[in-house]
């Protein structure tokens, strides 16, 4: 029993010691954005980091009804705003023999490109997931690629590890002061290009962009509402706030691989709980036709975790406000153009623009002929067409076909599976019912 109680003793003296380390730590935060030192770190991140344009978005701000602006973070230098607070970690270190990270690829092209412009060499540990085009951006600024395990928190373990091996100098990609400080200079640069910002909707990941933010609009003017983003396969603050202290999330894959983090920091929690009004949850489905809808409206290229924002304004998790600019944060734009040739063939589908379907012809010569001849009289464009023997019931002389073509959306689609089966086809639609939710891709 007694040392059953002492252990209990134990036990809650390391919580709360680990509760007081926190609130230390995010204290610090809050106090030196309050003697603004973001300022500070503005003068640092300006000598590498471009500051990036705020668009003006007349469809989304018809579309949900407040005047609607982006924030193209997805131009900035490497890809992301993680530049912002690599390049003020780097410059507050003396002199490291090297940095380490572990990164999806945000962060760790953001170090490389940042540590090389300060003369630092880099390695960077990345899960196996890591999407192409990110690896091969960290090699090419400079940074020593180590493939290292599964997911974002095992990399930055093994980055741990590494810096304490070879007295390198870690950066962590979001729960560090100096990281935070470099992320609220987007903030700053918000306050100044939009005089009347009344919303400001962010990506939220392990929290250290949102941290920054907040930071300083909550300083300048606390009436401003932060609103934070996360994908619904990896919400892992609701259930840390939810529990009074960062747990583990049970995360799925998502597209949005770069706010992809299962447990949120010691110091972004309480940052988050102190400083943010909102945080919502989007799906899949929704990032996919969010990164579409900017590639096709705006001529964006953002990636997942960088839409999220505009996917939840779509989804109607988030109201922008009535009076005054709601800004939308596009916090990156590196995405494997595979990927996004996929998704952005998955909504031409998902739109009725891409039809997919089976039918069976004579197998004598002009059989195919005729068929595309009344798929091009009812003014479908066939992409693709296989023939089909295997597996499926046919007459000796009769086989399958399966063909996709570009229409010019769903009730064309219709009208030309209609004018087929007219002319005798019986038609089968292959491209419906089609989703990505709850996928564990
Ligand atoms: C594109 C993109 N957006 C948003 C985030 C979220 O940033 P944070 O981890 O600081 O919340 C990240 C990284 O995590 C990212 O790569």
Excluded at 60 to 68: A, D, K
Excluded at 78 to 90: D, M, P, Q, V, Y
Excluded at 248 to 272: E, H, S, Y
Excluded at 356 to 378: K, M, N, W
Aim: charged share 25%; glycine share 12%; hydrophobic share 45%.
């Amino acid at each position: 029993m007694a040392s059953a109680a002492a252990k209990l003793l134990t036990d809650t003296v390391s919580r709360l010691m680990g509760t007081t380390t926190r609130t230390n730590a995010a204290d610090l935060v809050v106090a030196k954005i309050g003697a603004g030192e973001a300022q500070a770190a503005r003068d640092v991140v300006a000598g590498l980091a471009r500051r990036t344009p705020v668009l003006s978005s007349r469809s989304l701000s018809e579309q949900s009804g407040g005047n609607v602006m982006l924030k193209a973070e997805n131009l900035q230098r490497t890809g992301s705003f993680k530049l912002r607070g690599a390049t003020h970690k780097i410059s507050r270190l003396e002199k490291p023999p090297g940095v380490v990270a572990g990164s999806a690829g945000n962060h760790g092209q953001a170090v490389a490109y940042a540590a090389r412009a300060q003369g630092v060499p880099c390695e960077v540990f990345m899960p196996s997931e890591a999407a192409v085009a990110k690896v091969a951006a960290v090699e090419a600024f400079g940074g020593v690629v180590h493939v290292a395990g599964e997911s974002v928190d095992a990399c930055v373990d093994e980055a741990r590890r590494r810096a304490r091996d070879t007295g390198a100098a870690f950066v962590h990609p979001f729960d560090d002061l100096d990281v935070i400080l470099g992320q609220a200079t987007l903030g700053l640069e918000l306050l100044e290009d939009v005089p009347d910002l009344a919303m400001v909707i962010v990506p939220v990941g392990g929290g250290g962009l949102i941290s920054g933010i907040a930071g300083v609009v909550k300083t300048e003017r606390p009436e401003v509402r932060v609103v934070g983003v996360q994908v619904e396969a990896c919400a892992a603050f609701e259930q840390s706030l939810r529990e009074g202290g960062p747990t583990t999330f049970q995360a799925r894959a998502t597209i949005a691989d770069g706010i992809a983090i299962k447990r949120p920091g010691d110091i972004t929690l309480p940052l988050v709980e102190r400083w943010v009004d909102e945080l919502v949850v989007v799906r899949e489905d929704d990032v996919a036709e969010a990164m579409v809808w900017l590639l096709e409206r705006s001529k964006l290229v953002v990636e997942g975790g960088g839409a999220v924002g505009v996917a939840a304004l779509h989804a109607g998790e988030v109201v922008p406000a009535e009076r005054g600019s709601t800004v939308i944060v596009l916090s990156g734009g590196n995405v494997d153009a595979g990927l996004l040739a996929a998704i952005a063939h998955r909504h031409e589908t998902t739109a009725g623009r891409r039809l997919r379907l089976f039918t069976r012809i004579s197998d004598r010569p002009g059989g195919l002929a005729r068929l595309l001849t009344e798929i091009a009289q009812a003014g479908g464009n066939v992409v693709h067409a296989d023939h089909v023997r295997e597996a499926v019931p046919l007459h000796v002389r009769e086989t399958g076909v399966e063909i996709a073509l570009e229409t010019r959306g769903a009730e064309h689609s219709r009208s030309i599976v209609a004018s087929l089966e007219a002319a005798g086809y019986s038609v089968r639609r292959l491209d419906e019912g089609s989703s990505t939710d709850g996928e564990d891709r």
